[in-house]
């Protein structure tokens, strides 16, 4: 007897799935039994092709189901976008697919977004390739590299492997693009390889890639990332053991409390005082000053992933019984002060944003009603963007990986609170990103290990669509690339 469809797994019948999926198992059953006479390698091959195709479509289940659950954030939203989300709220249905189904009705919520069109039925500037604002600086289209540190600095400055990285992706289109966790002071680095700006020597090898950034890629905007390792730090190299402590040369790490990231493995944090709070807050108003001389259009207060700043919120990571511990207020206090100090001398007309984890995917950690009022309390001070990012806070974290896994909590932050977002992780191709765009879920897309494989996806995303607009301009010595080669040999 072998069991198919609803008898054997169920999915959330919101995406109505169960006759597809019976009729699929009943389908891969008969092609095993075909291929291999024997029963136990035929039941055997069944379940190694279903398996796979069935937990993901019970994935898709799930995301519609929290959709439904969170109905109450879109209810404000204009009836076509409204339509739209609903349509794609599995991920499985995106836009393209939409255009394909229903021309008519996406060309119609692509024209409420914005999106400008050659004539009544000519192509439409894809959403991922429209501007967008954040206070006085204009972002050309809604790709942003995300931060992402290559462990390569010496002395935390930054080489021509910076030069390279950085300008390269300058180079490849995306509206933004972000720096590594730059360090405010030594004892903040993650790593011996992490970059910083707590010197001169540092902010003068800063200014030398935003300078080639402006000159050699104009249009692009470049961003840094501020942040302090915290417990975090005093660890080997990505590729040597991640969040493993040094073998040798450690240095002290600090944090809102004396409790370790990895027991048993991470050295002991000493818990901060008052008087090195104030210390902590210069020495990040201090990088961040730097910053805004090397000419960076954009900074992020890194209080995101368990280091320092994150460190202070999450009820995890913060077992403080002062002013600085307990509440959410009360959690909240020293990244704020430090964003204010910052906010202070970073120049008023750049916008600043904040990367939080708004969930750290354990028992007893952030909620995602506090991640907004979190993002909240940011928005208040002046942040212009929270980009929203999961987890690492905790080692025995449980994240439920997937599809643009981290977008629901980025979309629940721009729905019920109506303050710009970036949304991150494992958004892979340009139809995911004008997909969660049309849908209202996200204001801008950060893609990092995309970046990684292809530094010119931007251009690339742009040359798929047929889209050669000002939202992604080829750099002109590389025009002559701008079309796909031709395929074929001789
Ligand atoms: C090599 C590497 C280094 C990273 N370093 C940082 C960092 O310095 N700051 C940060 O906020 N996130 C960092 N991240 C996380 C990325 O910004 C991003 O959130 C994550 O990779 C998920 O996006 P993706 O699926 O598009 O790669 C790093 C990721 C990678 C792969």
């Avoid at 005093?234 to 809102?256: C, F, I, K, Q, Y």
Wanted: charged content about 20%; glycine content about 10%; overall charge negative.
């Amino acid at each position: 007897m072998v069991l198919l469809g609803d008898a054997a797994h169920t999915a959330h019948f919101s995406i109505g799935s169960g006759t597809k999926l019976a009729v699929e198992d009943a389908l891969a059953l008969a092609e095993a039994v075909a291929a291999h006479p024997e029963v136990p390698e035929a039941l055997a091959a069944y379940e190694a092709a279903r398996r796979p195709a069935v937990a993901s479509t019970q994935r898709a289940a799930a995301a519609s189901m929290r959709w439904f659950e969170e109905i109450g954030g879109y209810v404000g939203q204009p009836a076509r976008q409204f339509a739209f989300n609903l349509l794609t709220r599995s991920r499985r249905v995106t836009h393209e697919n939409l255009r394909l189904r229903d021309p008519r009705f996406t060309r119609a919520v692509e024209a409420d977004f914005g999106c400008p069109q050659e004539g009544p039925d000519g192509p439409a500037t894809p959403p991922m390739f429209t501007p967008f604002t954040l206070r006085g600086l204009t972002l050309r289209n809604r790709v942003v590299v995300s931060p992402m540190d290559m462990y390569s600095a010496e002395e935390g400055v930054p080489g021509d492997f910076h030069l390279v990285h950085l300008g390269g992706r300058a180079l490849g289109g995306a509206g933004l693009v972000m720096t590594e966790m730059v360090c405010v002071s030594a004892e903040g680095r993650i790593t011996p390889g992490c970059a910083g700006l707590w010197t001169a020597e540092q902010a003068a090898a800063w200014k030398r890639i935003a300078d080639f950034v402006h000159t050699s890629a104009p249009g692009t905007a470049l961003g840094v990332q501020l942040g302090h390792s915290g417990r975090k730090g005093s660890t080997r190299l990505m590729w040597e053991g991640m969040d493993e402590p040094l073998p040798e040369g450690n240095w002290p790490l600090v944090a809102a409390s004396a409790l370790p990231y990895k027991p048993g493995v991470s050295a002991v944090p000493r818990a901060l005082e008052s008087a090195d709070l104030a210390a902590i807050r210069s020495e990040f108003a201090a990088a961040a000053a730097r910053a805004a001389d090397c000419g960076f259009d954009l900074l992020e207060l890194h209080c995101a992933h368990g280091y320092l700043l994150s460190g202070f919120l999450s009820p995890l990571t913060n077992r403080r019984e002062d002013a600085y511990g307990g509440s959410l207020e009360n959690r909240l206090r020293f990244p704020l002060e430090v964003f204010d100090a910052v906010r202070e001398v970073w120049p008023a007309e750049r916008p600043m944003t904040v990367r939080l984890s708004a969930t750290d995917w354990a028992p007893g950690g952030t909620t995602p009603q506090e991640a907004e009022r979190i993002a909240a309390a940011f928005a208040a001070h002046g942040a212009d963007a929270v980009d929203v990012s999961t987890g690492q806070v905790v080692s025995d974290e449980a994240p439920e990986y997937g599809r643009s896994y981290q977008t629901p909590y980025a979309d629940r932050i721009r729905n019920a609170l109506g303050i710009p977002v970036i949304a991150v992780g494992a958004i892979s191709s340009w139809d995911d990103v004008n997909s969660l765009l049309l849908a209202g879920r996200a204001d801008l897309c950060a893609l990092g290990r995309p970046h990684l494989y292809d530094p010119h996806w931007t251009l690339h995303a742009a040359a798929d669509q047929g889209y050669a607009g000002p939202g992604a301009p080829w750099p002109a010595p590389y025009r002559a690339g701008s079309r796909k080669p031709p395929t074929g040999k001789g």
